[in-house]
């Protein structure tokens, strides 16, 4: 779930200020009470966890052949009360990191009059209104268009589509429903014709990227490079779609 907190600004508002008020940047992210429960959740299964690594340690030893019984025993050594504390304790911390990490993952989406910010892993990129022509999700992205139609942005977005469009209508930016370019996407197939020089490889290493020997952070860096000869990449199902900026 998300939520929008006003925060002031020194320009006129958009459509929902009043007169005379400073303008009221829209911010979208999970509230912090959806963030306090889904760290309880996951302490919670943490613990959970640990209380069953706990039978199980306790079920190997009885037995008089079954694999990890030298770390079952040493487990079980651990007198109670405290093999019983420990094991909660360290179930439930590491399912609150995960929670945390997990939120610290999340997409944030600040728009005002003056510019739209995104916000991840506690990184804000800002976007000027200039800059930022048109703004629509596709599928689970929010992506920022220039004049050029060229991609300003593409990030992972769980965020609600409505309120998205929303925030960014009532701030005077053009939002469309859905990607208006999407017709122009070509599948991309090794030896591509018609690309800039170098994108061909580009796309090979980031083919590569995209299954189980790359990451993530590399197929973002291929498309950047990408975006530099001009080539806008789009992703469905780990093929890569290709269109040119005019």
């Given at each position: ?44 299964v943490g ?36 093999l ?5 304790s ?9 929670a ?10 600040s ?70 370019h ?57 093929r ?7």
């Amino acid at each position: 779930m998300d939520i929008e907190k006003p925060q002031p600004t020194t320009r006129p508002a958009g459509p929902r200020a009043e007169p005379g008020q400073p303008a009221r940047p829209t911010v979208l992210a999970d509230s912090s009470a959806v963030v306090a429960a889904v760290c309880v959740l996951f302490a919670a299964v943490g613990a959970g966890l640990g209380w069953l690594v706990r039978l199980l340690a306790k079920w190997l030893v009885t037995l008089e052949h079954a694999p990890w019984q030298g770390p079952a025993r040493l487990l079980t050594a651990i007198p109670e009360p405290w093999l019983t504390i420990g094991v909660l304790s360290v179930g439930a911390a590491l399912g609150l990191a995960v929670a945390l990490f997990g939120q610290h993952e999340e997409l944030a989406v600040s728009v005002s009059d003056d510019e739209v910010v995104l916000t991840r892993r506690a990184k804000p990129r800002a976007f000027s209104r200039e800059a930022v022509h048109r703004a629509f999700r596709d599928g689970k992205e929010l992506v920022l268009l220039g004049a050029d139609t060229a991609e300003l942005a593409r990030e992972g977005c769980s965020l609600n589509a409505q309120r998205l469009a929303e925030a960014f209508r009532a701030h005077g930016y053009a939002w469309s429903d859905g990607d208006p370019h999407v017709d122009e996407f070509r599948r991309w197939v090794p030896d591509t014709p018609g690309l800039p020089v170098g994108a061909n490889a580009l796309f090979t290493a980031r083919e590569r990227a995209l299954g189980k020997s790359g990451t993530a952070e590399d197929a973002r860096e291929l498309r950047d490079e990408l975006a530099r000869l001009g080539v806008v990449v789009r992703d469905k199902d780990k093929r890569q779609f290709w269109r040119l900026v005019p």
